[in-house]
């Protein structure tokens, strides 16, 4: 139902639906074009999960709006993101433009955690290459050349400690409960987690916010049930014979 013509019909059509409630993401999709991460740019408005190679697919865009929607009181300016799973790079244009460093701190990425940082992990080293490229193809040369958004080769499933603790944390896979502890580790005070969780007894799967306040206190929240792609290791993932 929300499927568009354009970037713009897509994005009007999650609105309308009730799938985009803020102005903030809103505007923030519509600086992000969907055909410059989609391998077919004739699907790359359709509202349904696109292949993008590798096993591997770049969510619907309703997905995309739930968790931007979702994680959204933890993307201010300045804040840390860390996007397992990362793709072809959609999420990470995404949230880059969701935590945008305010006017004339543009140039405060030399330090530990200063300035606003994307990180996108995946672990298909093609895929990680292709996102930089989309990423470049969008516009974001510039955010990447000055640290604001990087893409790193690793198990999203341990995280990324480097540059932790990050305010918000997306996965875009389903994952099994286990990896809920090393990602929640890695949450800021306060910081949201985003994450599918599958249940190993029934494969059952369900988005869970964990959350971590000002003190620490983690409490964890299962929101709805949805289907995502196994977050997996990258030999089972992907084959190698794939194109």
Known sequence: MCSGRTNQELISNLRREGLIHSTRVAEAMAKVDRKAYCPDPRSAYQDSPQTIGYSATISAPHMHAHAAEELLEYLKPDSSVLDVGSGSGYLAALFHHLVKPMPGHEGEVSGAHSGSRVIGIEHIEPLVKQSVENMKTDGLSDAMSKGQIEVVLGDGRKGWPARAPY?????????????????????????????????????????????????????????????????????????????
């Open 167 to 243: 305010n918000a944390i997306h996965v875009g896979a389903a994952s099994p409960p286990s990896v809920i502890d090393a990602l929640e580790a890695q949450l800021a005070k306060p910081g949201r987690l985003f994450i599918p969780v599958e249940d190993p007894a029934s494969g059952a799967q369900d988005i869970y916010h964990v959350d971590k306040d000002e003190s620490g206190k983690v409490t964890r929240k299962k929101m709805y049930g949805v289907r995502y792609v196994p977050l997996t290791d990258a030999d089972k993932q992907w084959t190698r014979t794939e194109l």
